[in-house]
């Protein structure tokens, strides 16, 4: 007999949309904003790099520092946000609103106010708030002045902001995570280690040791905000969140098969640490192995193990494919952007992403599998390039056709293989500044946002086609795709 889908998510499932602090507030230095890492970065553009300044540069063009001004423009946007039925919003609390430079004693009043007013716009039409602690915006100041997250003492300043946040918003908030994709930066040569943990390796150091360094401090740090939020209310859903990016063997030869477990194991130990409260076994060996020497203390053994998240948040927009060498060493070192090869089976988005609806059902079995925890989609989409039409019409098929075939693909992960999915918030719901690119034409928005790749634009807001899609999706629970 042929199941349907309207009794597979329940009845609560918490449908939404997501986006950052640092790409769409603008108001960068307003109300004793303090510079975050996100504040100078240029915007670069398909295929080119953003470049990372030393402090403002007098005549570079800083995407962030306006963004779609949401700051000023939240009401209308969580107005839209409404009429599509969003049940929930997932955004980030900018961190230098708090904490400006992110060592002072005592936090800026007039940020936590904004949050405060969000928030409350949120609820009047029923939307929870969903937040993410660190989004790619630390304060730039603990890069000048500590190294970024090289530094031990960066978490007790993440514990005091996080602290903070918690007791503030305890009655006005329910949903946190800690770290946006922390396990991104075990691309370590890309630009992830800088926008994750504010570090740019110098030339004198080891990259990866630096890296494994960083991540260790990260999650010590995300355990002890998990016992703490849990202390000021237990009933707080606090998770990790995680890049779900599943790697694929190029071939059944067992050399790239095992090639592709290290990729995994490589990518996802942050996760490990975070879900099961401890190291990997493979992890362990491979760090003494390499005689890194971290600063890895007894104690902050005990805080993992007592620090465990309730729930795994995932990004997942593709998979990669890697490809064993002839001589593959014993002891892999995964060099991420150097390893992956295309995969002939799937089509490829503008930007060169290679679009897998099926990888997302592999990829919330695997979470499944690994860490028999929940599961919240907290980012998917297409980046897109969108025409306005004559009549201000957007139609953007393509991106209705991706956002449909992996909502399926999560339905079958949920209705065949029994997984615990509890919300699904795309990404960029409204069109914001691109993290990796810093441009505003790579759109993944229901809600179009007149401003291009050079920062012009009325900033008005319309409506795309799939604005109307997604409206009904959200009201049929799921189970209209068409
Ligand atoms: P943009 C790489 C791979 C997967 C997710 O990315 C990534 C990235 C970074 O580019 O980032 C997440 O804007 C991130 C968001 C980001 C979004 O994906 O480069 O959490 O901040 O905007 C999309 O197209």
Redesign the pocket.
């Known amino acids: 007999m042929e199941r349907k889908n309207d009794s597979v998510l329940p009845s609560d499932f918490l449908w939404g949309g997501a986006v950052?602090a640092h790409?769409l507030e603008g108001g960068w230095d307003q109300d004793n904003k303090g510079l975050s890492v996100a504040d100078i970065m240029t915007a670069g553009a398909n295929g080119k790099a953003r470049e990372i300044t030393d402090g403002i540069v007098k005549g570079k063009y800083y995407p962030n520092h306006e963004a779609i001004d949401f700051y000023h423009r939240y009401k209308e946007d969580i107005k839209l946000f409404a009429e599509m039925g969003f049940k929930c919003f997932r955004t980030s609390i900018a961190w230098t609103r708090i904490f400006p430079n992110g060592d002072e004693e005592q936090p800026n009043e007039s940020g936590l106010k904004f949050y405060d007013q969000l928030f409350d716009e949120c609820h009047k039409y029923g939307i929870e708030p969903v937040i993410t602690l660190s989004?790619?915006e630390m304060p730039y100041h603990l890069v000048k002045a500590y190294g970024g997250w090289r530094n031990r003492k960066l978490i007790d300043f993440f514990v005091r902001f996080a602290k903070t946040v918690f007791k503030r918003y305890k009655d006005k908030v329910s949903y946190w995570m800690t770290f946006?994709?922390i396990n991104?930066q075990t691309a370590i040569a890309d630009w992830?280690l800088f926008t994750n943990s504010g570090i740019i390796p110098r030339s004198d150091e080891n990259a990866e040791k630096v890296m494994y360094q960083a991540g260790h401090y990260e999650t010590v740090a995300s355990a002890l905000a998990v016992q703490i939020g849990h202390q000021i209310n237990p009933d707080f859903k606090i998770g990790a969140m995680i890049?779900m990016?599943p790697i694929y063997p190029a071939s059944s030869d067992p050399r790239d098969v095992f090639k592709a477990e290290r990729a995994m194991q490589s990518r996802y130990w942050f996760s490990d640490i975070q879900a099961k409260g401890k190291y990997p076994d493979w992890l362990v060996s491979y760090q003494k192995n390499k005689a890194f020497d971290l600063d890895i203390t007894l104690e902050d053994l005990d805080v993992l193990k007592a620090g465990t998240v309730d729930y795994i948040g995932l990004?997942y927009?593709?998979s990669f494919t890697v490809k064993a060498k002839k001589d593959e060493p014993k002891s892999y070192k995964y060099e991420e952007r150097k390893e992956l090869i295309s995969n002939p089976s799937l089509p490829t988005t503008d930007?060169g992403w290679q679009i897998d609806p099926i990888g997302l059902r592999y990829a919330l079995n695997w979470f499944s599998d690994h860490y028999d925890l929940p599961l919240f989609i907290v980012?998917n989409?297409l980046?897109a390039y969108d025409k306005v039409e004559n009549n201000q019409q957007i139609h953007d098929p393509y991106r209705i056709a991706y956002l449909k075939a992996h909502i399926q693909a999560m339905i079958d992960a949920v209705q065949e293989d029994g997984v615990k999915v509890i919300g699904y918030t795309p990404?960029?719901c409204i069109d914001?500044v691109?993290?990796?690119?810093g441009q505003m034409s790579?759109r993944?928005g229901f809600i179009y946002v007149d401003k291009d790749d050079q920062g012009k634009g009325s900033l008005k807001r319309l409506k795309k086609d799939s604005f109307f899609w997604y409206q009904q999706v959200i009201k049929s629970n799921g189970s209209q795709l068409d």
């Open positions: 950052a790409q989004h790619f946006n994709e991104n992830a890049a990016v990004s927009y593709m930007w980012e989409g980046g990404w960029g914001l691109s993290a990796g690119t790579k993944y």
